[in-house]
């Protein structure tokens, strides 16, 4: 792994989410949540899933960070939860909704990281992971092992 070229790739991307156009930004954070366990991807993926002009950059960010399904990605939205202004709570419970209603060994790895985020030393993501947990005991997965 050439991690000089990955912060290299994180920084274009962090720079491109700068970008006025929506579609920009909302491709960097979707991308960007590739690296989201880079601390240099932290600040940029904080600032896309929380865009104060389009909502559509939250869930597209939000959604790709999810679908990670590790706690590098639970811990971003989390954060971005506990501050989030209802508007952008609704687009990331959609995008909670989209990533984990389909099988539920995935809803339940989820709902196992964010009870042990919910006892991290960073207020901010304990908090966010407490409002993750109540957002993710209200999906009914579809499919579950026979």
Same mark, same amino acid.
């Given at each position: ?49 929380? &865009?104060? %002009?389009?909502?559509?950059?939250? *869930? +597209?960010?939000? @959604?790709? $960070? ?55 030393? &960073?207020? %901010?993501?304990?908090?966010?992971? *407490? +409002?993750?947990? @109540?957002? $993710? ?10």
């Amino acid at each position: 792994m050439d991690s000089d070229l990955r912060r290299a790739v994180v920084m274009t991307l962090g720079e491109l989410g700068r970008s006025d156009d929506w579609r920009d930004r909302a491709d960097a954070g979707h991308s960007l949540a590739g690296f989201a366990e880079m601390p240099e991807a932290v600040e940029p993926l904080l600032g896309l899933v929380l &865009d104060g %002009r389009d909502t559509f950059v939250t *869930r +597209r960010t939000a @959604e790709g $960070l999810l679908r990670r399904k590790d706690r590098a990605g639970l811990t971003i939205v989390a954060s971005a939860l506990a501050v989030a202004n209802d508007n952008h709570a609704d687009y990331i419970h959609t995008a909670i909704f989209d990533v984990f209603s389909i099988f539920s060994e995935d809803l339940d790895e989820a709902l196992r990281l964010c009870e042990e985020m919910s006892g991290d030393t &960073d207020d %901010r993501v304990a908090r966010g992971a *407490r +409002r993750l947990y @109540e957002s $993710l005991t209200e999906i009914d997965p579809v499919l579950r092992p026979a």
